[in-house]
């Protein structure tokens, strides 16, 4: 079965520190990975997309970057935080196609604070 | 207009008591359509599929109306377990094949004893 890990599952950072956050998936091969971000009170949004590696698309201009390494490795980091980068990030994975394509399962999440 | 709305809530519920909620979505041409689940503090799950010919899971009905551009959830007898948020999920198509999953705001159901 699949699964998918993601860390670490929280942090507090001060401004302009840079951040890294990892996600692997297993048990799969060539998946859609991807990043969001939950601030508080909010939906998602969607930050980063990636159909394989190398291939990032990114949604919305920020400070932030991804980068996805191996198959089913995907980074996100930033060189300076921001105090609006505070939120919940969840990495996610989907088939690339086939049954269940379009169903994405959601790491446990990373909770950044940035202070 | 937002690409996927939906009412906020909160929606307090008594126990057993059946609930609906709606989520509305902009782009005609979306073709995927889910509900997630997430309970406080934690990542979203897959609730259901949102099927043409609408579609039901225990005590759970998702149906789907494209003319109106809105799906709709109804949890029937709801449980204490059933308090948590739910999310409206759409795809939207984007250049060379690839799609996008935008997600609502979410619902907030609250079910009280």
Redesign the interface.
Known sequence: SQTIHQWPATLVQPVGSPLSLECTVEGTSNPNLYW?RQAAG???Q?LF?S?GIGQI?S?VPQNLSASRPQDRQFILSSKKLLLSDSG?Y?CAWSPIRGAGA????????S?LTVL | RKEVEQDPGPFNVPEGATVAFNCTYSNSASQ?F?W?RQDC??????LM?VYSSGNEDGRFTAQLNRASQYISLLIRDSKLSDSATY?C?V?NPLEFG?????????TRLTIIP
């Not at chain 1, 379009?102 to 446990?108: D, E, I, P, Y």
């Open positions: 969001y909010r939906g998602l969607l997309y159909v698309s949604e919940f969840l379009n169903v994405l399962t959601f790491g446990a999440g909770r | 995927s889910f997630y503090r934690k990542e979203p799950k897959l599929s999310l999920v795809n690839n799609e996008k999953l935008t997600f609502g705001t979410g």
